[in-house]
C-alpha cells in the first residue's frame, strides 16, 4: 500500500514538472519566433541579420534540448513497461500452467454422473454438499480461465504500448538529428556573415548591392537578350568565367539557374543524378533527380547549393534564398545546354563598371535556364 502511494506520490510530481517544462519551451520559442517577424519588418542591416540567426539558434537550441526531455522520458517509460510485461509474462505462464493441470481434472469431474454423486453420497445432506462443492469447482474453473485471457490481453496491451512508444521515441532520433544538422548549418552561417562581412555594416550593404546588381542584370536580360538560335542537348554554349568582377561576382564560376513560368527552381528536380564534390558542406554527394545533362563535365564542384546556404544572406530580393547552383569544373570550363532549346545571349552593366555575360536557353513550357559570369 505504501509503494503504490509512493508512485501516486511521483506520478503527481513529475508529471505536472515534465508539463510546465514543455510549456516553458513553446511559450520561449514563440517569444522568438515574434521577435523574427518583428526584425522581418525592419531595414536591413548586419545588426539585423545577426540577431535574427541569433534568434533561429536559440530556437533550434530550444527545441534539441526538448526532444532530448522528451527521448529521455520515453527510455524511462519503455524500461518501465519492460519490467511490467516480464511480471506480466510470469503471471501468465503460472496461470496457464494452472489450467493445463486443472482442465483435465475438470473433465474427469464432468464426465462423473449425476448418478455417480448420488450413489457415493451417505445422505441427502451429503448429496447436496457434493453438489455444491462440484458446482463451486466448476465456477473458480470458470474464473481461472477469465483471468487467464484477461492476463493474456493485459500482456499484449502492454506490449503494444511499448512498441508504439519505441516507435515515437525512433521518429524522435530522426528529429534529433534533423534539428542538430539545422544548428550546425546556422551556426556555420552566422560564421559565414561574420567573415564575409567582417563585422562591418559597410561590407554588408555592399555585399547586398552586389547581390541586387546581379538580379537586376538578369531580369534586363530577359528583356534585352539576343537571340542566337536553336541548341540541342550536349551542344557548347559558353565558357565559365569572372564576368561581372568585381561588380557581382567574386571568382570565377558558372551560376545555373531554372525558372518555371518565372519562378525559381530547384536545379536538382531536372538534372540527373550525379556524384559531385559538395564544398558546402565538404565530401561527396549525389545530387539530381530529373533527365537533364549537366552543364559542365566531371568532376564537378559544387560551391554553393540552392536554397538556404552560408552566403544566401546577400539574396534579401529572394527571401535569403541562393536561387541556383554555383559550380566549376576540375576538367573543363565548356559549359553544355542540358536539354534542347533556343540560345539568347545578353551582356550587362553590374555595379558601377562591371560588366557581366549572360546566356540563357528557352526550353519551351515557360522554363528557361540561365548561365551566368560566362566568359
Not at 52 to 71: A, H, M, W
Not at 88 to 96: A, G, N, P, Q, Y
Not at 277 to 297: I, M, V
Amino acid at each position: 500500500m505504501r509503494f503504490l502511494l509512493w508512485i501516486i506520490i511521483l506520478l503527481l510530481t513529475v508529471i505536472p514538472a515534465t508539463s510546465v517544462y514543455a510549456s516553458e519551451v513553446e511559450n520561449r520559442i514563440a517569444e522568438l519566433q515574434k521577435k523574427i517577424a518583428e526584425l522581418q519588418g525592419k531595414e536591413d542591416s548586419l545588426k539585423k541579420q545577426l540577431s535574427l540567426l541569433d534568434s533561429q539558434i536559440s530556437i533550434t537550441n530550444l527545441r534539441i534540448e526538448s526532444t532530448k526531455d522528451t527521448i529521455g522520458r520515453l527510455s524511462i517509460e519503455i524500461d518501465e513497461l519492460g519490467r511490467e510485461i516480464e511480471r506480466i509474462e510470469v503471471l501468465l505462464t503460472k496461470r496457464s500452467e494452472l489450467v493445463l493441470r486443472r482442465i483435465p481434472e475438470s473433465y474427469k469431474r464432468a464426465s462423473a454422473s449425476n448418478f455417480g454423486a448420488i450413489l457415493f453420497s451417505q445422505n441427502f445432506s451429503d448429496l447436496i454438499t457434493r453438489v455444491k462443492y462440484l458446482s463451486r469447482v466448476q465456477e473458480q474453473d470458470v474464473q481461472l480461465l477469465f483471468q487467464l485471457k484477461a492476463t493474456q490481453g493485459h500482456f499484449g496491451e502492454r506490449k503494444n504500448l511499448r512498441e508504439d512508444k519505441k516507435d515515437q521515441q525512433e521518429t524522435l532520433k530522426r528529429e534529433l538529428e534533423t534539428h542538430t544538422q539545422e544548428l550546425e548549418s546556422q551556426k556555420k552561417a552566422k560564421q559565414a556573415l561574420l567573415t564575409q562581412t567582417r563585422n562591418d555594416e559597410i561590407t554588408y550593404q555592399r555585399l547586398l548591392a552586389q547581390a541586387l546588381a546581379e538580379r537586376q542584370a538578369l531580369e534586363r536580360a530577359l528583356v534585352e537578350g539576343v537571340k542566337v538560335g536553336p541548341v540541342k542537348k550536349g551542344d557548347p554554349i559558353a565558357l565559365v568565367g569572372n564576368s561581372g568582377y568585381p561588380g557581382c561576382s567574386t571568382g570565377a564560376h558558372l551560376h545555373f539557374e531554372i525558372r518555371k513560368n518565372n519562378i525559381w527552381q530547384d536545379p536538382g528536380q531536372y538534372l540527373s543524378g550525379k556524384t559531385v564534390n559538395d564544398e558546402q558542406n565538404g565530401g561527396s554527394r549525389a545530387f539530381g533527380s530529373g533527365s537533364w545533362d549537366w552543364p559542365l563535365s566531371d568532376t564537378i564542384r559544387l560551391t554553393q547549393h540552392y536554397g538556404k546556404t552560408p552566403y544566401s544572406w546577400r539574396y534579401s530580393y529572394s527571401g535569403g534564398i541562393h536561387t541556383g547552383y554555383d559550380m566549376v569544373s576540375t576538367s573543363s570550363d565548356v559549359v553544355r545546354a542540358p536539354k534542347d532549346g533556343t540560345l539568347f545571349a545578353s551582356s550587362q552593366a553590374c555595379g558601377s563598371s562591371s560588366i557581366i555575360k549572360i546566356k540563357y536557353i528557352d526550353h519551351g513550357d515557360g522554363i528557361i535556364s540561365f548561365y551566368l559570369h560566362v566568359q
